[in-house]
């Protein structure tokens, strides 16, 4: 009696868990991958793909900054931007064709200034900011230069558009190379973008 009883509830229970004809079997929802932030440039102008790329790397170890809970957590996500930038740039350092906006500029005794444009907020590609730094690099203009005199006229927030041969980062804190990275460049190119006339009224 106890085996038939046993045979029994082992059939009733395979009963109650076989799928019944017909029926839909539901499946597991599938997880929906997360969306690629959105890479937010400073001027309006379209972003070329090479700027849009490290835009998007500083964007990327900057959530990786503010959510470590550690000192070595912040500067593992520094350290990360720097070997992403290195192998971003590759064996071509030049940004062709980036946009940006006029952030500053400096005029020296020596007949020279300096310039830096933001490409995206806290995201700056500047020249050296004194002839001592740039001694060897040559990175500023003469200010009677026609480049100079561009960079004299220019408002700050005035769009603009540059190419440049990009030395290296400047080296500071983590924070700062990360929150606020700056890019010292020898630009090559810098044009102001004419603004887009507003729509006329009907």
């Keep these: 009696m106890r085996i038939l009883l046993l045979i029994a509830l082992l059939f009733l229970s395979q009963a109650a868990t076989a799928p019944i004809a017909g029926a839909q079997i539901k499946q597991p929802p599938i997880a929906t991958p997360a969306a690629p932030d959105a890479i937010i440039g400073s001027a309006k102008a379209p972003l070329p793909p090479r700027e849009a790329e490290y835009i998007g790397i500083v964007q990327n170890a900057r959530k ?15 350290v ?19 946009v940006g906006v006029f952030k500053d500029t400096k005029k020296n005794p020596l007949g020279t200034q300096s310039v830096e444009i933001e490409i995206a907020p806290g995201v700056t590609v500047a020249t050296w900011d004194n002839p001592a730094s740039d001694a060897t690099y040559y990175t500023l203009f003469q ?15 005035d769009e603009v558009v540059f190419s440049a041969n ?9 924070e700062d190379m990360v929150l606020r990275p700056q890019v010292i460049g ?7 973008i004419a603004p887009t006339p507003a729509p006329a009224k009907n």
């Design 64 to 78: 990786q900054y503010t959510t470590a809970r550690s000192v070595d957590g912040r500067k593992n996500a520094r």
């Design 80 to 98: 990360a931007m720097q070997s992403a930038v290195h192998n971003f740039m590759g064996l071509s350092h030049d940004a062709q064709d980036w």
């Design 143 to 157: 200010q009677t230069s026609a480049t100079g005199k561009l960079v004299s006229s220019l408002s700050i927030g």
């Design 166 to 174: 990009l030395i290296g980062a400047v080296i500071s804190s983590d």
């Design 186 to 192: 020898k630009f090559s190119k810098l044009e102001k």
